[in-house]
């Protein structure tokens, strides 16, 4: 009995520990976490016949004032008449400002995708692994970013995009 109540109050004693050196961590000023961002990219389109729409959460840790890092994850779903499309994957970024107004970006997306096409003859149905490498460039004011992106391993038959560039607005908070 006497060992059980030596063993929980070295327990306790060792929870307190910990919790006051978090409490500590945290209440500084300059921790891990008041360096992360967190934003990402939001969006939804409509046409007469066709539905897209996309969620991609992302996160970034600033290393000093020009230079960040982070990952991201996706998902888009593409409804059409005779075309159907679900994307998921991850992607790594980094950016880098040379100038306040001024971001570089770099960014590798690997995606699984998986198409339907509905033809007279059949249904085609295509499942495969793209990877992507942006390189890109912004004007950035606060924690809004406009630029344009180039994809540099850009396969017009497998990727999810229409072109090898694309633009981007990049929100960070």
Same mark, same amino acid.
């Given at each position: 009995?006497?060992?059980?109540? /030596?063993?929980k109050?070295? /327990?306790?004693?060792?929870?307190?520990?910990?919790?006051?050196?978090?409490?500590?961590?945290?209440? %500084?000023? #300059?921790?891990?976490?008041?360096?992360? $961002?967190?934003?990402?990219?939001?969006?939804?389109?409509?046409?007469? #016949?066709?539905?897209?729409?996309?969620?991609?959460?992302?996160?970034?840790?600033?290393?000093n004032?020009?230079?960040?890092?982070?990952?991201?994850?996706?998902?888009?779903?593409? #409804?059409?008449?005779?075309?159907?499309a679900?994307?998921y994957?991850?992607?790594?970024?980094?950016?880098? *400002?040379?100038?306040?107004?001024? %971001?570089?970006?770099?960014?590798?997306? %690997?995606?699984?995708?998986? $198409? *339907?096409?509905? /033809?007279?003859?059949?249904?085609?149905?295509? *499942?495969?692994?793209?990877p992507?490498?942006?390189?890109?460039?912004?004007? $950035? /004011?606060?924690?809004?970013?406009?630029?344009?992106?180039?994809?540099?391993?850009? #396969?017009?038959?497998?990727?999810?995009?229409?072109?090898?560039?694309?633009?981007?607005v990049?929100?960070?908070?």
């Amino acid at each position: 009995m006497k060992v059980f109540l /030596i063993h929980k109050i070295k /327990i306790i004693t060792l929870v307190s520990l910990i919790l006051f050196s978090l409490q500590q961590c945290y209440s %500084q000023e #300059d921790n891990f976490w008041s360096r992360v $961002r967190i934003g990402g990219n939001i969006g939804i389109g409509f046409t007469d #016949d066709t539905f897209n729409g996309i969620l991609a959460p992302s996160a970034i840790y600033d290393f000093n004032n020009h230079f960040s890092m982070g990952f991201g994850l996706n998902f888009g779903y593409t #409804d059409s008449r005779n075309f159907t499309a679900t994307n998921y994957g991850a992607s790594l970024i980094t950016l880098y *400002n040379p100038l306040p107004a001024l %971001q570089l970006s770099a960014e590798f997306e %690997q995606m699984g995708v998986s $198409r *339907n096409f509905e /033809i007279e003859g059949g249904d085609i149905s295509d *499942n495969y692994w793209y990877p992507a490498l942006f390189i890109g460039a912004g004007y $950035r /004011i606060g924690f809004v970013s406009v630029g344009l992106r180039y994809d540099v391993l850009y #396969d017009d038959n497998k990727s999810i995009y229409a072109s090898a560039y694309a633009p981007f607005v990049r929100v960070f908070f």
